[in-house]
């Protein structure tokens, strides 16, 4: 799981300014996966992408937004339309033809 | 879309003991289940995944069960140990790629 970093490891951000979480991977996986994690709860999908110039929107889009332009890289940001943006955000790869996904480290984003 | 309950939100069990985590799931077509732990300020990994053509799968002392006609599945620790202590999250996935997590599980394990 080395493979899969992110950056930085905490953000802080002031209301209204946007934000982009960096994602990158050099594990060779076509799919790359975005997850927010609130305290006690567990992961809700923001966007997946499973080939390059692709992206589908998870259950949470509203106020992100990706790019898939190199097969290792899946930036995240974070918009002045999300309206509760603090949390921890965990990115993911997997490769073709098997489900696991592997976490990079998570960036926890705070808005002062 | 599919939607995974976890019980219980919290656990705490005597070193040595079994402790067991619980997930339902709503969507009859999910057909992949994995098990993650997530030990504090840190990534999840995974630790077992089962799909819905196996009733059970063990690894060492940690097993998966699943019940398609119920819609649950359940963690197996046998043996805790200290370094067990962490969260647990359920997950589901129709498509396997797109999971869908439960709430997790804070398992302590007391020396």
């Known amino acids: 799981d080395g493979g899969i970093t992110q950056s930085p490891k905490y953000l802080f951000r002031k209301e209204g300014q946007n934000v982009t979480l960096s994602c990158e991977q050099n594990?060779?996986?076509?799919?790359m996966y975005w997850y927010r994690q609130d305290p006690g709860q567990g992961l809700r999908l923001i966007y997946y992408?499973?080939?390059?110039?692709?992206?589908q929107k998870g259950d949470i889009a509203e106020g992100y937004s990706v790019s898939r332009e190199k097969k290792e890289s899946f930036p995240l940001t974070v918009t002045s339309a999300q309206k509760n943006p603090t949390a921890f955000y965990l990115c993911?790869?997997?490769?073709?033809?098997?489900?696991?996904?592997?976490f990079g480290p998570g960036t926890r984003l705070t808005v002062l | 879309g599919e939607n995974v309950e976890q019980h219980p939100s919290t656990l705490s069990v005597q070193e040595g003991d079994s402790a067991v985590i619980k997930c339902t799931y709503s969507?009859?077509?999910?057909?992949?289940f994995p098990w993650y732990k997530q030990e504090l300020g840190k990534r999840p990994q995974l630790i077992i995944d089962?799909?819905?053509?196996?009733g059970e799968k063990k690894d060492q002392r940690i097993a998966v069960t699943l019940n398609k006609t119920a819609k649950h599945f359940s963690l197996h620790i046998t043996e805790t140990q200290p370094e067990d202590s962490a969260v647990y999250f359920c997950?589901?996935?129709?498509?396997?790629?797109?999971?869908?997590f439960g709430s997790g599980t804070q398992l302590t394990v007391l020396p």
């Open positions: 993911a790869s997997s490769t073709s033809g098997q489900d696991e996904q592997f």
């Open positions: 594990l060779n996986h076509d799919a």
């Open positions: 992408s499973q080939i390059v110039n692709d992206f």
């Open positions: 969507d009859s077509a999910s057909n992949y």
């Open positions: 089962i799909r819905s053509n196996v």
């Open positions: 997950a589901a996935s129709i498509s396997a790629r797109q999971l869908t």
